[in-house]
């Protein structure tokens, strides 16, 4: 008989707890740096407090990875539990939080500790986490596990709108969304999470029309795909992404949507992202 699964993840993907019950996932946070404090995303700070805080400061936060010792005191607790365990996390084109688990991991030899790179955040991070960890509930190996998973980061993605590019561009995230640069503050720059990168897709003239044009974008990509995990982010923007969350699940056949998931975009991710920011986050099976 194998031995049981265990989950391991950052605080970047954004899984409301309702959907953590009953299911073997961890989850490791990520830090946001703040002048002379340093706080854990999601524990020290809420997204609420966060948001609120960031509006009205002159010292723009900056974010840390999970530490390789964060990393050691969850793995040495989880083989003492008996656990193999299956690591999946922030892109490694986005964080240096895969390279603390392979160098925490170094300190288990013979330990059954694999890690996955999602490619991905968010919740689009949080549906690969949550399909492995079904997987391992209903008894599946790590091995099968693993399989699972790398198949999962191209079958998933996020489509999203950004008040400003200013937070990107400042925390070094920006990658081909630099394209955007200096666009004109009326246009919307519509981003997407692709191989593993922040990529720009296309500037819209409003945000209401740019919302829009992100539900035909994740609609295209269903492509061939029968059913959909559908996730809508916001950083402190809820009405708006409670719009866009009805108006996805109006365009999308009920049969091919899954389920659908109201999730606050982390602290940390929101260190990168801004205020204001709205998006999908999926995963096609």
């Known amino acids: 008989m194998s031995a049981k699964v265990a989950i391991v993840t950052d605080s970047t993907c954004g899984i409301p707890d309702r959907y953590l019950e009953g299911l073997p996932i961890y989850i490791l946070p990520l830090q946001v740096i703040w002048g002379e404090s340093t706080y854990q995303d999601g524990i020290d700070i809420t997204p609420a407090e966060f948001y609120h805080a960031l509006s009205n400061t002159k010292v723009m936060p900056t974010t840390s990875q999970v530490t390789p010792a964060a990393f050691m005191k969850i793995y040495e607790q989880l083989i003492n539990e008996g656990y193999d365990i299956l690591s999946i996390h922030i892109s490694s084109r986005l964080s240096g939080t895969i390279d603390s688990a392979i160098q925490a991991r170094a300190n288990f030899p013979g330990a059954q500790i ?53 937070f990107l561009h400042r925390g070094g995230r920006i990658g081909g969304a630099s394209a955007f640069l200096g666009t004109a503050l009326d246009l919307k720059p519509i981003l997407e999470l692709k191989e593993g990168r922040i990529e720009a897709v296309e500037r819209v003239r409003t945000k209401s029309k740019a919302l829009k044009r992100t539900i035909e974008l994740v609609q295209s990509k269903l492509n061939g795909h029968k059913k959909i995990h559908l996730a809508c982010l916001n950083a402190n923007a809820p009405t708006e992404a409670q719009i866009l969350l009805d108006e996805v699940t109006k365009a999308l056949p009920a049969e091919v949507v899954v ?20 998006g999908l986050a999926f995963l096609f099976e």
Request: with cysteine; glycine share 8%.
């Open 114 to 166: 694999e890690i996955v790179d999602s490619l991905v955040t968010s919740m689009a991070l949080g549906f690969q986490v949550l399909q492995i960890a079904r997987m391992a509930k209903d008894g599946a190996s790590l091995q099968e596990c693993k399989q699972a998973a790398l198949q999962l980061p191209e079958r998933s993605g996020a489509t999203f709108v950004v008040s400003t590019l200013e």
């Open 259 to 278: 389920e659908t998931v109201f999730s606050e975009v982390s602290p940390v991710i929101g260190t990168h992202t801004g205020p204001g920011t709205v």
